[in-house]
């Protein structure tokens, strides 16, 4: 069986450059689309798929140029491929007690990529969530858990605040969390951007 996930929404896709190790990563659910255009400064991983990956590059580009943070993006084709090899690396890690534990595709290609990662996409919450058990790190998870209701896309995912401005508050949060920049930083931004942080949870609405 094969199936395809498609979006009412018109925009340009990447080529598929000639790099083996990146079609490998497009088969095994992740690859790095974007690295940071700097080494300076604290440091994310930015992780998103379908129509969300251009809000998360974005936001990449809001977090250098207005708060100093480098970010590497991520385009993320599969998390359901990622979750089956993690659980697959969990079993066997966990049936060979006695051997050196083997590591997930994700741990694999995160090597050398510091600070926590933040995964946005407009499906719900569990979708990326499926990766957690492999990362060693903070991993917050931005989706469409609730019911929409906003009449534009921008009006929707700003309710679900899987906008380009919630993926920059939420790395910039992550952040303020490990101490790796002020807390004062992260209210800076979020009056910065209008956003509300009184409105109701969507995951509650």
């Known amino acids: 069986f094969y199936y395809l996930t498609v979006a009412n929404e018109n925009y340009a896709h990447p080529t598929i450059p000639d790099d083996s190790k990146i079609i490998e ?18 440091r ?23 708060h100093g943070v480098t970010a590497d993006v ?27 534990p083997k590591k ?3 741990q694999e290609v995160l090597e050398g990529h510091d600070g926590p990662v933040v995964a946005a996409t407009d499906f719900v919450k569990a979708y990326p969530e499926q990766i957690r058990p492999a990362l060693d790190r903070r991993f ?8 929409g209701r906003r009449d534009t896309r921008a009006k929707l995912r700003g309710y679900f605040e899987i906008d380009r401005y919630h993926v920059t508050i939420a790395a910039l949060s992550a952040l303020a969390e490990e101490g790796a920049i002020p807390r004062d930083k992260v209210e800076e931004a979020i009056t910065r951007y209008e956003i509300d942080r009184d409105k109701d949870d969507p995951a509650q609405g």
């Open 25 to 42: 990563g497009i088969l095994k659910g992740l690859y790095l689309l974007r690295p940071s255009s700097s080494q300076q400064g604290p």
């Open 44 to 66: 994310v991983q930015l992780m998103s798929s379908g129509p969300i990956l251009r809000e998360t590059i974005a936001a990449a580009e809001l977090l250098e140029s207005n």
């Open 74 to 100: 991520w385009s993320a084709p599969s998390f359901n491929e990622l979750g089956r090899d993690v659980q697959t690396t969990v079993r066997w890690n966990r049936l060979h007690p006695s051997e050196p």
């Open 104 to 106: 997930s595709y994700v």
């Open 140 to 147: 917050v998870t931005l989706g469409t858990d609730g019911f």
